[in-house]
């Protein structure tokens, strides 16, 4: 889940593919493509495919073997979800799996290579030089709007009723490009935000924290009178503050990390006034020892460690992987223990919180693209559009009925193979062999899986604690850069992005003084910063028009 909203938000940019005519919220039959092949006379637009699909013909799928699925199988075709995915499907599948570390570097070889597979699952919004719209010029994928519009009924009946996705999905020339992963309620957009040992604040006889003010209190608490070396920790890999992105602390100073909006305008946290204030903030926090010391180092491991020695009261994460991975660890030790998700924290008392974590409803990770070197794209097409039918929804969210769940009383619930797992597989290790509920994929994700992921009544209270923002104010849609534009882009914010990784060590660390802030706003400038922002705010405004 992190990963899926960190690519999402430090980018901002969401290079999005594949729309149709803007006059129509569904793919359009006359928008042509000549990359697209030619399409069987015999289909009637919008016919409705019966699954299992009768076919002598074997595809081949290249995917990212998932997180949680790592050191339990090797490959895709170990797994069961896609082992039955073909069975329901009636397709059988070839499947390449590339690891979840340097994928990207696989990815680059195989296109390299020329020896392109039938389908491909990968972030082709952020992932690919120029976004999607080059990637389809550059001959690697097919515009879809005629593929849909024929051989994907079920895709495109979604669409139709849920236009603020539909404009979400395509580019602003109106391509169509991938089969996406969509969530499919609000309750899914937000999993993220700070976290604290309540039993602490209880033995301490003190209040959850909601301000800047408040945290204070409660990390020199932890520090002096339960003798935590690390008060609250944070990931620090691959850079530091990252979760600050998403307006963990920072947003109490009215900005983010990264890019957001302000009254329609585009704006770049780490130049504004309230960056400064915000490293001020921690920079005194980090001197008197509230923030552990080892900021910049600090991965997920080392959080585990922290929690269960005790050096560490507080963090930012997710419901799932966070207080769901840390609760053990905590109780192992203690038996009270308790992790809580907290409100996002505000500069003033009973403020609504400006920033904080919301995922849009379309997720480029895990979206899947048809080859322009497939000749069996239609085939494709049809076993894609399973995905997003009533049988294939539940398939993807729940696996198969009788192994991985059982109805009860119209509700599907995850059996004991899932829940209690008998080879001791972790809950989202066992749901990701299984079904795709609790990640990415080509379908629409229910949230009847999340009301069983979060097992836990203090991970449901933490995602009702995080939604209270007015984050929906400040957050970028899926932005479509011109493939121009996005080379430009790129080159200043990876000068940019390092240049701010900088500034935030040095200054928090106190290697340098906060003075030297203005100093840094100056290199941005220096660095085309306005530029990026011009970028930014000119995609924007074609986003709008869609």
């Not at 924290?345 to 979206?367: C, M, N």
Request: aromatic letters at 10%; hydrophobic letters at 35%.
């Amino acid at each position: 889940m992190k990963k899926r909203f960190a690519s999402v938000m430090a980018a901002t940019l969401l290079l999005s593919s594949f729309v149709v005519g803007c006059s129509s919220a569904t793919p359009d039959s006359t928008t042509s493509d000549k990359s697209a092949p030619t399409l069987s006379a015999s289909n009637q637009a919008g016919q409705a495919t019966t699954y299992p699909i009768t076919t002598d013909q074997k595809l081949s799928y290249w995917a990212i073997l998932q997180g949680n699925i790592v050191g339990v199988k090797s490959s895709l075709d170990e797994v069961p979800f896609f082992q039955d995915w073909q069975k329901k499907t009636g397709v059988p599948l070839k499947y390449t799996t590339a690891p979840n570390n340097g994928s990207d570097q696989q990815f680059n070889v195989m296109l390299a290579s020329g020896d392109l597979p039938d389908m491909i699952e990968y972030n082709w919004t952020n992932g690919y030089p120029g976004g999607p719209e080059k990637a389809i010029k550059d001959g690697y994928i097919l515009k879809l709007n005629d593929l849909i519009d024929i051989h994907a009924p079920n895709l495109k009946k979604y669409l139709k009723e849920h236009p603020d996705v539909d404009k979400m999905v395509k580019t602003d020339n109106g391509s169509y490009y991938i089969f996406p992963f969509i969530r499919g309620d609000s309750y899914l957009q937000v999993f993220h935000g700070p976290i604290v040992r309540k039993d602490w604040l209880d033995e301490l006889g003190l209040p959850v924290p909601t301000t800047i003010d408040e945290w204070y209190t409660t990390l020199k608490a932890f520090k002096e009178k339960k003798g935590a070396s690390a008060p609250i920790s944070f990931v620090g890999q691959p850079n530091p503050l990252n979760d600050t992105v998403t307006g963990d602390f920072v947003g109490a100073f009215g900005v983010t990390k990264g890019f957001y909006l302000d009254n329609g305008k585009v704006k770049f946290g780490p130049m504004e006034q309230g960056f400064k204030d915000f490293l001020s903030t921690f920079r005194n926090w980090y001197a008197e020892g509230l923030i552990d010391k080892n900021l910049a180092t600090t991965d997920a491991k080392a959080i585990d460690a922290n929690f269960a020695n005790g050096m560490t009261g507080a963090t930012v994460g997710n419901a799932g992987g966070g207080i769901g991975r840390w609760q053990p660890i905590v109780a192992a030790k203690d038996p009270k223990a308790i992790l809580v998700g907290t409100p996002y924290p505000t500069l003033k008392k009973g403020e609504t919180p400006q920033f904080g974590q919301l995922d849009v409803p379309f997720t480029p990770a895990g979206s899947v693209a048809i080859s322009a070197k497939s000749k069996n794209a239609e085939l494709a097409v049809k076993m894609l559009d399973y995905g997003y039918s009533e049988e294939g929804k539940m398939f993807f969210n729940f696996g198969t009925e009788g192994v991985s769940y059982k109805m009860d009383n119209g509700y599907p619930r995850y059996t004991d193979l899932v829940m209690k797992n008998p080879d001791k597989l972790a809950v989202a290790q066992a749901m990701s062999l299984y079904t795709r509920g609790n990640y990415t994929g080509p379908f629409i994700q229910d949230k009847r899986y999340a009301e069983q992921f979060f097992m836990l009544q203090t991970q449901r209270d933490a995602v009702s604690a995080w939604q209270k923002t007015d984050m929906a104010k400040h957050q970028l849609p899926p932005i479509t850069p011109t493939p121009d534009e996005s080379s430009e882009f790129a080159k200043i914010m990876n000068d940019t992005n390092t240049l701010v990784n900088e500034m935030i060590l040095k200054i928090v660390l106190g290697s340098e003084p906060l003075e030297n802030f203005d100093k840094y706003v100056e290199k941005m400038k220096a660095m085309k910063i306005s530029r990026a922002l011009e970028i930014q705010q000119a995609a924007l405004e074609r986003y709008n028009k869609r």
